[in-house]
């Protein structure tokens, strides 16, 4: 996939200042959108669970998170977010762009340790959680970043900017003690392509032989390729995306439910009604009334 392409479909997030990559910002769901489909970025995420448990997949690779846990999201790193239906979810996003930390002299922190650990050479855990000694050490430096982004005193930047390089200090120094399970390279980036193909057309019927040959696979090959690493078929998953696309029009916008359907992707009624109150236990109408 080229790069036109991948920008096309990677998300890309403004920051609060053009001379100051950094941010910081509460998320709810199914609040502030229903849930959170994969997607990747050019920014370092740290996703905090405040209330409620996540299910999440980083790489291909799922995790349950629970109030207090931090998922680590690198540059380019696949992830997703997603809460069981009736729960409510909340968390904090840390983001910043790579850039943040880059030094204008090509000292050794960038080419032994920062560049490294940005594309990922490093093994560390992604998943931090109260079972790792530095856990308390990683929270306390999350929280001083949240007070001095509030507060917002003479000179915060240099802080903020201070306690990521600690944050990242942390994670080289703390590698996982048993070799992660990551799917491979290859299918991430193959995923990828899906996804980005998916987002441009989801609105259009997507044959199953128009999408296996975009991956330059058979067509029994492709859908046993994309069971095996997202754990359902594409067609569930291409029409709970469109469902989630649906449901956030429901809850943003005035526009009838015919529109939003058929904008969707669904092009019967009926069928789209069924699948809605499949997922999320209630109808289309019903959302409007929440």
Known sequence: MN????NKYHETKTHSSAEFLF???PCSIPIDFPSVPLHWHNDME????KHGSAKVTLNLTTHQLSAGDILVVLPEN????????GDKLEYENIIFKK??????TNDITMSKYLTPFFNGDFPIVTHVHMGYSFYSHFVKIINTMDVLCDKKEFGYQLAIKSCLLELIHIMIRHPPKTEVNTKSEKSVDKIKEILTYMEQHYNEEIPIEKIADICHYSPSHFMK??????????????????????RTRLLTTEDTVLEIAGDCGFNNLSHFNRLYKNKYGITPSMTREM
């Open 46 to 49: 740290l996703i905090v669970i």
């Open 225 to 246: 390729f994309f069971k095996n690493h997202m754990g359902t078929s594409f067609i569930k998953y291409l029409n709970d995306f469109r469902l989630i696309k649906a």
């Open 23 to 25: 941010n910081t910002y």
């Open 78 to 85: 696949l992830h997703s977010i997603d809460c069981a239906i």
């Open 99 to 104: 850039e943040l930390l880059s030094f204008v």
């Open 3 to 6: 790069e036109i392409e991948k």
